[in-house]
């Protein structure tokens, strides 16, 4: 298993920005590849981000605003959120997925946007 934890959740107020990291650690080298969802109270859980091998995706609500990134050597993937808008928060989940099926969560970061 891989046990993800997030950190950088926050208030910022709208047009802000915030950077949500994720620290991979146990079996890292079964890491195949990492992402970021979302869930805001009443919702379900949606993707915001997935970076997979050299290509990235993100959701169209947050395209051009959000970035995800990895850095292979810290085992720690992170999404840049810029110009954060009020249908932004909501508890920021780490995924990752490893080689062989099977995917581990992190605990949630809270991301708050203030008006």
């Known amino acids: 298993q891989v046990q993800p934890v997030e950190s950088g959740g926050g208030l910022v107020q709208a047009g802000g920005s915030l950077r949500l990291s994720c620290a991979a650690s146990g079996s890292i080298s079964s890491i195949d590849f990492m992402g970021w969802y979302r869930q805001a109270p009443g919702k379900q859980r949606e993707l915001v981000a997935v970076?997979?091998?050299?290509?990235?995706n993100y959701a169209d609500s947050v395209k051009g605003r959000f970035t995800i990134s990895r850095d292979n050597a810290k085992s720690t993937v992170y999404l840049q959120m810029n110009s954060l808008k009020p249908e932004d928060p909501a508890v920021y989940y780490c995924?990752?997925?490893?080689?062989?099926?099977?995917?581990?969560w992190g605990q949630g970061t809270q991301v708050t946007v203030s008006s």
């Open positions: 970076s997979i091998g050299g290509r990235t």
């Open positions: 995924n990752i997925h490893r080689r062989g099926g099977g995917s581990d």
